[in-house]
């Protein structure tokens, strides 16, 4: 497994994602993804950026019953993306079913990543909205646990759980983590954040970095810097 380095195009359109990405000329970095810019064009945007040779990650989150999540993932196991995503609160039986739907003939399958909880939910609320008992770290780890149980390649968590998720789930357990900030940046709305370096250093197999490379005066310098932090 590479380790890599995922810029996050969160962009609302076409055109500024293009223009976005003619600025790395030969470079073809990793990309995500969202719902934003999915929404707003639609499938067409994946075989765009494709065509253009980036891996691609489709972050989609997506959380159904497991007949609707299998029959959406055979859709998108078309777009021939690298990685996409689901919320393991769907059930093991979902993810099972996602695991089928996005399963090719031919056998092979892009990654298959589970968000855990939410980052922008708190124990509070978790505890008092979603009933959902337990320290947030344990809620956490059950997750992936359960992701990991029903063949799932591996997570989104804060670079910070990163270690732990290895630990728990196996070294081959993909970590795929937000919440990255060079240490001389802004850190923006993030809490916990880590440099791509201390990513490195703690395990984080992917780092998504979307604002210190989108934001930047100069994109590209500063996609080479993360990849000089952390890959190199
Ligand atoms: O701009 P920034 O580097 O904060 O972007 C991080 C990206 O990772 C965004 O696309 C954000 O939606 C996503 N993300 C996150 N925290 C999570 C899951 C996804 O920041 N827990």
Same mark, same amino acid.
């Not at 990309?31 to 934003?36: L, N, R, S, T």
């Not at 780890?141 to 390649?153: I, K, P, R």
């Given at each position: 497994?590479?380790k890599?380095?995922i810029?996050?195009?969160?962009?609302?359109?076409?055109e500024d994602t %293009?223009?976005f990405?003619?600025?790395f000329?030969g470079? =073809?970095?990793f990309?995500?993804?969202?719902?934003?810019?999915?929404?707003?064009?639609?499938?067409?945007i994946?075989?765009?950026?494709k065509?253009?040779?980036?891996?691609?990650?489709?972050?989609?989150? %997506?959380?159904?019953?497991?007949?609707?999540?299998?029959?959406?993932?055979?859709?998108?196991?078309?777009?021939?993306?690298?990685?996409?995503?689901?919320?393991?609160?769907?059930?093991?039986a979902?993810?099972?079913?996602a695991?089928?739907?996005?399963?090719?003939?031919?056998?092979?399958?892009?990654?298959?990543?589970?968000?855990?909880?939410?980052?922008?939910?708190?124990?509070?609320?978790?505890?008092n909205e979603l009933?959902?008992?337990?320290?947030?770290?344990?809620?956490v780890?059950?997750?992936?646990?359960?992701?990991?149980?029903?063949?799932?390649?591996g997570?989104?968590c804060?670079?910070?759980?990163?270690?732990v998720?290895?630990e728990?789930?196996?070294?081959?357990?993909?970590?795929?983590?937000?919440?990255?900030?060079?240490?001389?940046?802004?850190?923006?709305?993030?809490?916990?954040?880590?440099?791509?370096?201390?990513? =490195? =250093?703690?395990?984080?197999?992917?780092?998504?970095?979307g604002?210190?490379?989108?934001?930047?005066?100069?994109?590209?310098a500063?996609?080479?810097r993360?990849?000089?932090?952390?890959?190199?």
């Open positions: 497994m590479g890599d380095v810029i996050a195009c969160d962009f609302s359109s076409r %293009l223009a990405l003619d600025k000329e470079r =073809k970095p990309v995500k993804i969202g719902m934003e810019l999915y929404y707003a064009e639609g499938p067409a994946v075989r765009d950026i065509a253009r040779g980036h891996k691609i990650f489709l972050d989609l989150k %997506l959380h159904d019953i497991p007949n609707t999540v299998k029959k959406a993932m055979a859709v998108l196991s078309r777009l021939d993306v690298d990685m996409t995503n689901l919320h393991a609160a769907g059930t093991k979902m993810m099972e079913a695991i089928e739907g996005l399963t090719k003939p031919d056998g092979s399958r892009p990654m298959l990543i589970a968000v855990t909880q939410l980052t922008s939910t708190d124990e509070e609320r978790m505890h009933l959902i008992q337990g320290a947030m770290p344990e809620v780890m059950h997750y992936a646990q359960n992701a990991a149980a029903a063949g799932l390649d997570v989104v804060s670079p910070l759980e990163a270690g998720v290895h728990k789930c196996g070294k081959n357990f993909v970590t795929v983590t937000p919440g990255v900030r060079f240490a001389d940046g802004d850190i923006g709305d993030q809490k916990r954040v880590m440099t791509p370096a201390e990513a =490195k =250093k703690i395990g984080s197999d992917y780092i998504v970095v604002r210190p490379i989108t934001a930047a005066e100069d994109p590209v500063a996609y080479e993360c990849v000089a932090e952390f890959v190199d």
